[in-house]
């Protein structure tokens, strides 16, 4: 199968690139720069030079490809504009001809779930920063689209945990906000993965799946470990949401809220099984070294 992917040199999208050369699919992947396509040329695949306001790249790429997956994004004032538009000009081709096309939103667009744990079905509360998101849900599943909601993505050495682990070694602390009471909903990278390329051979049209792996970690004993790991035990600092929003932004409201989302859909419809590492096995003896 051929497959076009937007975010291919990105953190999940690396991570999917290597699931579909795994199991035979041939990749284009979109790309900003020539450094990038060099990157994404060198491990086999095939780079289109472009980005998510070119609808006309993003069409003919969409109509070479028999399939679309989604992962390109950058939270800044102008991302709900141009993921719609990017969306829009991917679905006018794969909506007629009915090509699978994957659509990477997250579970922050859940809310906070105060404690309970959430599912697709599950009323939602998006905060600020992806209050747009839910609409472009809309519109994807509308148009026999797939709709993926991961959880905080980790593993390969990158994404949370590595914001974590940097802090811990520069400078000798892990903060968090507020408590850390708070729970976060995980998937390794490479579990996340498989699952994209399970939904290409056994397309879930117009279907929405929250894709989180194992159960819900509350924050703080997420940073006690990465602490443990680096050698600097206990030394985990609470901020108050105020100093995370002057740090974060907006984002410092996802990261605070309670995200226990969980589901087995994903693996009642495309027999789905989380085999990688927990959040814990990684923190200590996974990509993060020591």
């Not at 194992?214 to 006690?224: E, T």
């Not at 589901?263 to 096995?281: H, I, L």
Request: glycine letters at 12%.
């Amino acid at each position: 199968m051929k497959v076009f992917l937007t975010g291919a040199t990105g953190y999940i999208g690396s991570a999917i690139c290597s699931a579909l050369k795994q199991a035979g699919h041939t990749v284009t992947g979109l790309v900003r720069t020539n450094e990038k396509a060099g990157l994404l040329e060198a491990d086999g695949h095939i780079a289109v030079r472009g980005s998510l306001e070119d609808k006309e790249v993003l069409a003919t790429a969409a109509n070479a490809a028999d399939a679309v997956i989604h992962t390109a994004m950058q939270f800044d004032e102008h991302a709900p504009a141009r993921d719609r538009a990017a969306v829009e000009a991917i679905l006018k081709i794969t909506r007629p001809a009915r090509k699978p096309f994957i659509y990477t939103s997250g579970v922050w667009v859940m809310g906070d779930t105060r404690g309970r744990m959430l599912g697709e079905i599950a009323m939602i509360r998006p905060p600020e920063l992806v209050a747009w998101r839910p609409a472009v849900e809309d519109l994807v599943l509308s148009s026999q689209g797939t709709v993926f909601r991961p959880g905080m993505v980790f593993g390969r050495g990158g994404g949370f945990l590595a914001g974590m682990f940097d802090e811990a070694r520069s400078q000798g602390v892990v903060r968090i906000i507020g408590s850390g009471e708070n729970h976060w909903s995980c998937v390794h990278a490479d579990d996340l993965a498989s699952l994209y390329a399970l939904a290409l051979a056994e397309p879930a049209f117009g279907e929405l799946f929250i894709t989180c792996g194992g159960m819900p970690q509350p924050v703080k004993k997420i940073a006690l470990a990465v602490a443990q790991a680096c050698g600097i035990e206990g030394k985990v600092e609470s901020v108050d949401i105020e100093a995370a929003r002057a740090r974060f932004g907006p984002m410092a409201d996802c990261l605070a809220m309670d995200s226990k989302a969980g589901s087995t859909k994903a693996a009642r419809f495309f027999g789905w099984k989380v085999e990688r590492p927990s959040v814990f096995d990684e923190i200590f003896s996974g990509s993060y070294g020591s």
